[in-house]
């Protein structure tokens, strides 16, 4: 399985991005068994989750940073996972990555990186202020 995220870039406090994140080497129909998430990185610091959803999309994380700003969603006809954003502001400021687990991804870790076995390369987002 391999993962390609993108719509990554250059944007003001206040504005919005959308990333995405597209899966192939997945097995047609089966994109939906994924648990999925993002993560991000910013210089210095750990990585960490911003949102993440389990296969049926019935169980949903967001870090506290981005609740009410940050929406994930899944188009599982097109193996793509979304990140809407938001309301950006400078500390979103970060490398983007999108993560699957083909099982079952449960709310209690849904947030930990060590449950995830693939990533993408991840997408660049500063936020000017």
């Known amino acids: 399985v391999q993962l390609q995220a993108s719509g990554g870039g250059l944007v003001q406090a206040g504005d919005s991005l959308r990333l995405s994140c597209a899966a192939s080497?997945?097995?047609?129909?089966?994109?939906?068994?994924?648990?999925l998430g993002w993560f991000r990185q910013a210089p210095g610091k750990e990585r960490e989750c911003v949102a993440a959803?389990?296969?049926?999309?019935?169980?949903?994380y967001y870090a506290d940073s981005v609740k009410n700003r940050f929406s994930i969603s899944r188009d599982n006809a097109k193996k793509t996972v979304y990140l809407q954003m938001n309301s950006l502001e400078p500390e979103d400021t970060a490398v983007y990555f999108c993560?699957?687990?083909?099982?079952?991804?449960?709310?209690?870790?849904?947030?930990?990186?060590?449950?995830?076995?693939?990533w993408g390369q991840g997408t660049l987002v500063t936020v000017s202020s």
């Open positions: 959803t389990s296969r049926s999309g019935g169980s949903l």
């Open positions: 080497g997945v097995p047609g129909g089966t994109f939906s068994r994924y648990g």
């Open positions: 993560a699957a687990k083909d099982q079952i991804l449960t709310a209690g870790v849904m947030s930990l990186a060590s449950q995830y076995y693939h």
